[in-house]
């Protein structure tokens, strides 16, 4: 009888672990860079670092991007290994659940930022490639976008806060759900 529980495949275990990296420095440099003050907030004289992490914020964010797609792409062709019996009903079910929430917070979280970019009037670059304006600047769709990225992002806090728990549970109980995914 098969008694060693079931692990996801070597590309899901890396990009797991490369995209879940990225999310926590974009993280934690969109909450860092919102503070800092703009130009005009200055005294003459001092340079404002503020459009520097929000040019590495979007290229970043653009990158990890791609690597989502290539991630979604690979789970749409690629199943989960299934849980062990010894996993009630109940919790398969929210494991399920959270997942596919990440997984849609994920794709939602670039592209809310990229609408809310291509709305202002600043430029959106790609590890310095200018990319082409998608629409007019306009201050109320930029607004909107910018609300919905903010709330997004809480979700996704929210989301990983959850997500971490359970791991964090399993490991303890030492069932071997999360080795599951662990790079070993
Ligand atoms: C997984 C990808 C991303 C994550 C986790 C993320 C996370 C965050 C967080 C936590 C903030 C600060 C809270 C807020 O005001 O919204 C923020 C702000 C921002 N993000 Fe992102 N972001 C991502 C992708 C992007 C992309 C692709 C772009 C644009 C190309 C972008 C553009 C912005 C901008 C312009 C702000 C400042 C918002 C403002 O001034 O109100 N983000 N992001
Ligand atoms: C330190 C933080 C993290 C730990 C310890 C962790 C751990 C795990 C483990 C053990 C699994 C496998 C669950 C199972 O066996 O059914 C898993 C799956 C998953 N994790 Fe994480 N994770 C972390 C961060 C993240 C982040 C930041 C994200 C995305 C924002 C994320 C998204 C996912 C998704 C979508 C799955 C389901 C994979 C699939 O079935 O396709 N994780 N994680």
């Given amino acids: 009888m098969e008694n060693s529980v079931k692990r996801y495949n070597r590309v899901q275990i890396i990009l797991h672990w490369l995209i879940a990296a990225i999310i926590f420095g974009m993280i934690a440099l969109g909450l ?51 849980l062990p019996d010894t996993i009630s009903k109940w919790q398969q079910k929210a494991a399920g659940a959270v997942h596919i929430l990440l997984y849609a917070v994920m794709v939602a979280m670039p592209l809310s930022g990229y609408a809310q970019s291509m709305f202002s009037k600043y430029h ?9 304006r998608l629409a007019e600047a306009d201050t109320e769709m930029r607004e909107l976008f910018s609300q919905v990225h903010e709330c997004l992002a809480f979700l996704l806090i929210g989301l990983i806060v959850v997500h971490l728990a359970a791991a964090i549970k399993h490991r303890i109980a030492g069932n071997g759900i999360s080795e599951r995914m662990s790079l070993k």
């Fill in 124 to 132: 959106t670059k790609f590890w310095g490639i200018e990319l082409p």
């Fill in 32 to 82: 860092f860079m919102i503070e800092l003050p703009k130009q005009s907030e200055l005294p003459p004289g001092e340079e404002s670092v503020r459009a520097f992490y929000f040019l590495l914020h979007k290229s970043m964010g653009i990158t990890v991007a791609m690597l989502i797609v290539l991630r979604v792409l690979w789970r749409l062709t690629h199943k989960a290994p299934v």
